[in-house]
């Protein structure tokens, strides 16, 4: 409600105008007014900001030496792009050759020992356990000994005793009868002495078992005696000392344990002592530690080079990191504010005429510089496309795009009036019709439209002497646009 109040208010004050307009002219003045006029078009808004300054690379890395010898070979020169960890220097350092030899050397000595250790203890693990099995066997059978002395026969081992004699006897007699037949048929010359001496040692075998039987029998009856079971105890306790000594050896074991432990622990001081080695080493080969343009070589073939940490060695080479490549650029300090990150930006460079560079805002200084009395801040262009032909160092301008609209409605800065809700006057037919419209960017001499007027319509600019070829309303005349502020280009 109150906007239209507004634009009814605004409306009657250029009605007013229009007729004081008119009635001027109506008086016959001795000077005729002329209108100003422009038509509405269609074109391309670009708004933007330019500044002047070089092409830089996104950093200077200066590779130093942390080796010391002397330069045998430079495989880069200036202007040279290379890769990340690509040789770029190789150096001769006899005391690094030897140190990695001899490392070498401790390291298969160390490996040795190991090995001798760990086979040394596999042989005494298996001879303990074997010990410990036939210890234990033995102890077994002791006790099982003594416990059947301590317990005496059963009657069942009686009987059985018994039945051997009885067998035994048996076998005896037979054997005598046998042995006294073949002396009866020897001294009758039936047969050899052979025969009868066989029949003679089965005989004494024979007796033998029966004394053997007998003698079963007897201790099955009566047991054990004192000096069998003091016996059969001294078996036990040899047995179990024998056990206990067996046991006693896995102590060794262990101590041939630590002894690997040992060993393992010179095998990785050696292994260690080989790899530092081995980085010292190669330390004598200087890689790119990232990719770039070399920009500096400061050595020769020839040359001694002192070695040092990454602060304290002697520089080499010196790389510009040229991805991204980068384009510092300084803006005026009534341009910087609309100045941020992420805003396109072109760039070119009179070297290179009718080329443009597409780039992008990545960074604005906040500190200010001041150069001829004009203050000035550094922005930070990163390069997005190809930029073939562009050259450290190189100087380029660069146009920083802070509106872009593509075929939008446009009209002159002085055909928009009002503060607050915005105006045209139309010129139809000779007269002047005022119209509401709603307006977008602007590059300081042009207004886009976004509502209110179509495209070829006739607007009104203001009031000028009528030239001596006489200005008729609606015609349309080149618009003399104010001049740009500082630092601002329209196209």
């Known amino acids: 409600m109150k906007r239209g109040i507004i634009i009814g208010l605004v409306v009657v004050a250029l009605a007013a105008g229009v007729v004081a307009v008119r009635q001027f002219r ?94 040394e203890r596999r042989t005494q693990q298996v001879q303990t356990a074997r010990s410990i099995q036939q210890a234990e066997a033995s102890l077994a059978g002791a006790r099982a000994r003594l416990r059947s ?52 040692a089965q005989l ?88 770039g343009l070399v920009s500096d070589r400061a050595v020769e073939v020839g040359q001694t080079v002192i070695g040092g940490s990454s602060t304290s060695g002697t520089p080499v080479i010196t790389l510009a990191v040229v991805e991204p490549l980068l384009a510092k650029v300084m803006v005026d300090e009534a341009d910087i504010a609309s100045v941020r990150s992420g805003l396109e930006a072109e760039i070119t460079a009179d070297a290179l005429p009718g080329q443009k560079f597409a780039a992008r805002v990545q960074a604005v200084s906040p500190n200010s510089q001041i150069q001829s009395n004009v203050v000035q801040y550094e922005v930070i262009l990163r390069l997005a496309g190809p930029t073939e032909g562009l050259r450290l160092g190189m100087t380029v301008d660069a146009e920083l795009i802070l509106l872009r609209r593509p075929g939008v409605l446009t009209v002159p800065r002085e055909a928009v009036r009002g503060e607050g809700s915005k105006m045209v006057l139309i010129v139809q037919d000779g007269e002047l019709t005022p119209v509401p419209v709603q307006v977008g960017g602007s590059d300081g001499r042009t207004v886009e439209i976004t509502s209110g007027l179509t495209e070829g319509q006739t607007v009104y600019l203001g009031e000028s002497p009528a030239s001596p070829t006489g200005t008729t309303p609606g015609s349309t005349q080149t618009n003399p646009f104010m001049p740009s502020p500082p630092g601002v280009r329209r196209r």
């Open 149 to 200: 002395m301590e317990a005496g026969s059963r009657p069942e081992e009686i009987a059985q005793a018994e039945a051997t004699v009885r067998s035994a006897a048996s076998d005896r007699d037979l054997a005598r009868a046998n042995h006294a037949r073949n002396e009866q048929l020897f001294q009758q010359g039936f047969i050899a002495r052979q025969a009868l001496d066989q029949t003679a």
């Open 204 to 291: 004494r075998a024979a007796e033998e078992q029966y004394r053997i039987a007998q003698e079963r029998l007897r201790l099955a009856r009566s047991g054990a005696t004192a000096s069998e079971l003091d016996e059969a105890r001294a078996s036990v306790a040899q047995a179990e000392a024998a056990l206990a000594q067996a046991r006693a050896a896995r102590l060794n074991d262990q101590v041939r344990a630590q002894d690997i432990v040992s060993a393992r622990a010179s095998v990785v001081q050696a292994t260690v002592t080989l790899s530092n080695a081995r980085t010292r080493l190669a330390e004598t080969e200087i890689r790119a530690p990232v990719a």
């Open 26 to 119: 109506g008086n016959g003045a001795e000077e005729r007014a002329a209108w100003r006029t422009a038509a509405v078009t269609r074109k391309d808004l670009v708004v933007s900001v330019t500044g002047s300054g070089s092409i830089s690379p996104a950093s200077q890395v200066e590779v130093k030496s942390r080796a010391t010898g002397t330069v045998t070979a430079v495989y880069v020169s200036e202007g040279d792009r290379v890769a990340k960890g690509q040789v770029l220097v190789r150096l001769s350092d006899p005391d690094a050759e030897a140190a990695v030899a001899q490392a070498q050397a401790s390291l298969q000595s160390a490996q040795a020992r190991l090995a001798q250790a760990e086979a």
